[in-house]
């Protein structure tokens, strides 16, 4: 059992930085670096110089919203949204969450030039920001685990920062796209979000419990779903406090219901609704009678537990590449398989044991170590990264890009098993 003078301790190193050896950050800094610059070729498609080359349907949505933010409006121009928008009332909105647009309202306080040409810049940070969070999860891992830094082991932390920036997180630089970069951006924040309740774990003051709050608010308005699993890592966490100091406990109920409301007020202002999407309001079900109706027979919901065997069993498929002839010499193997109920589309896409084998059984091996060393409280992370999952497994759609939704579930475990093993 963890001691209060371990405690101390922990968060003593914390505040120092002497959690990681100097030799720990050169090699993580290096690899983080390498990861990166392979992620840069890929998302410019080997081109450097086409870094800023516009981004074409889609990389200027978060654009768009931020000039709407600067006019005082909600609403984006239907000609920008095409059939990725929900026609309300007259009025064209988008769903995506409103942080990366007002991480854009620098450029779109001088115009349009800059609308559709940043998002490879914005992924490029984003996959180096991940880098740098995944060396933190192991540093602070280890010390919640009070788990001694061995010189002799510095590799562990470049390592686990190698397994998972080249499992399906890699895969999102083959397209320039909003549905991309809010994927790795979210997975990013849920990070974020990760390593700040653990610092305010070791060290419960008022600044690191206003970075856990501030992470979780940025994960719910960048993608929803992702961020639900945030704020049950953070309800659970203060649970924990219960029977230490109950003041973060009802500080970390409290936060969690302000940002949830925050959504939700968000969601009925756009969309009349308090959670769900109007999936027969948006215009490309507007335009195709058998998407129309597809929604009609499914309560007008992206969304339904009769979907979790074919995405379940497609995102687990041990089968899901082929061979070919043609340079990488591999591909998508065979599409998902509908299991009692008809999905509304479905692209081609591998899965978690093909593109994240390294990070699966890192993880199976972490969830021994949680079991053995009966951590509970680390059992909070692996409800927020299920809670996480759940949206995507249960929407009607199969997509490469979703197996990035489900890696939190896993992460935490896979970072445990390389300090512990």
């Not at 490879?120 to 180096?128: H, T, V």
């Not at 949830?260 to 202002?269: D, E, I, K």
Request: charged fraction near 15%; include cysteine; proline fraction near 4%.
């Amino acid at each position: 059992m963890k001691t209060h003078r371990d405690t101390v301790r922990a968060a003593s190193l914390l505040r120092s930085g002497v959690g990681a050896t100097e030799s720990e950050r050169r090699l993580a800094h290096r690899v983080s670096i390498a990861v990166t610059f392979i992620f840069l070729c890929v998302v410019t498609s080997w081109r450097p110089h086409r870094l800023f080359t516009f981004g074409g349907f889609s990389s200027n949505f978060y654009d768009a919203q931020a000039a709407a933010f600067l006019r005082g409006e909600l609403h984006v121009p239907a000609d920008v949204a095409g059939i990725e928008g929900f026609l309300i009332d007259g009025k064209t909105y988008l769903y995506y969450g409103p942080f990366l647009s007002i991480a854009r309202l620098p450029t779109a306080l001088f115009g349009s030039w800059a609308d559709g040409r940043v998002t490879r810049l914005s992924m490029i940070i984003g996959f180096y920001v991940m880098c740098c969070l995944l060396f933190r999860l192991v540093v602070q891992l280890r010390q919640v685990m009070n788990v001694d830094v061995v010189d002799s082991e510095r590799w562990r932390p470049a390592f686990f920062i190698v397994v998972v920036a080249t499992s399906p997180v890699l895969s999102l630089g083959g397209d320039t796209s909003v549905y991309y970069e809010t994927e790795l951006w979210a997975f990013v924040f849920l990070l974020l979000t990760f390593t700040s309740l653990l610092a305010f774990i070791t060290s419960p003051t008022q600044r690191n419990a206003l970075i856990v709050v501030l992470a979780v608010l940025i994960t719910v308005h960048t993608r929803a779903s992702i961020g639900f699993g945030a704020l049950a890592a953070l309800v659970l966490t203060g649970i924990y406090f219960w029977n230490r100091d109950r003041k973060w406990t009802y500080a970390s109920l409290s936060a969690s219901l302000a940002v949830f409301a925050t959504h939700v007020a968000l969601n009925y202002a756009k969309f009349g609704t308090l959670l769900n999407l109007p999936g027969e309001k948006q215009v490309l079900t507007l335009l195709d009678p058998n998407r129309a109706q597809w929604f009609a027979d499914h309560n007008n919901s992206f969304f339904s537990l009769s979907f979790f065997p074919t995405t379940l069993f497609h995102y687990l498929r041990p089968d899901a590449f082929a061979l070919e002839r043609l340079v990488p010499f591999v591909r998508f193997g065979a599409e998902a398989r509908e299991v009692g109920v008809d999905l509304e589309s479905y692209t081609p896409s591998s899965s978690l044991t093909v593109s994240a084998t390294a990070v699966l059984l890192l993880a199976c091996a972490g969830l021994v170590q949680l079991l053995k060393k009966r951590n509970w409280l680390l059992m909070s992370f692996l409800v927020g990264g299920l809670v996480a999952a759940l949206p995507t497994l249960a929407i009607g759609f199969i997509a490469q890009r979703y197996l990035v939704d489900l890696l939190p579930v896993f992460v935490v475990l896979a970072a445990l098993a390389v300090i512990t093993i």
